[in-house]
């Protein structure tokens, strides 16, 4: 039986999700290693460069983007991948991660030091913001619930 090729990353988020996908996968590990195989998932391996990977069938992305290096990054997963998932609510709205997206006049002043220091773009932003997505999973950390069903909904897809 084919294995379906699985990415994972995270971007400026809590990576609470991460756990909760973990947690799962120590629960539903041999019959999920069946039908996937991971190419990318810094939790699990260290592997490749991100921007090397090529032919992905679904890519799981979790955070908000918060700078120009994880915009290209982002990018260059929706160029490879067949599917791109949303995981958790700073990728899917961008919150909370972005709260500072509505900070005052003032406020904003006071952490531009900060943003320059670290490369920070202005704004944050979420990955439907940035590209087109095909499914997004809610929830901070996400819903394990609705995760296993798009993850089953893949499976199914590419027949895993």
Known sequence: MPKMSVGWTTFTCSEDSTI???ELLNRNFFDWTEKM???HCNALKKGGKLMDLKGVDVFFVEGAISTEEEKKRLEHIRKISKYVVAIGACACTGMPSAQRNLFDEKTKS????RLEKFHLNES??????VIKVDNMVMGCPMNEEMFVKTLNKYFTIFKA
């Open 124 to 129: 944050v932003m979420s990955v439907p913001q």
């Open 20 to 22: 909760v996908f973990l």
């Open 37 to 39: 195989e991971f190419v």
């Open 110 to 113: 006071e952490i531009r030091a």
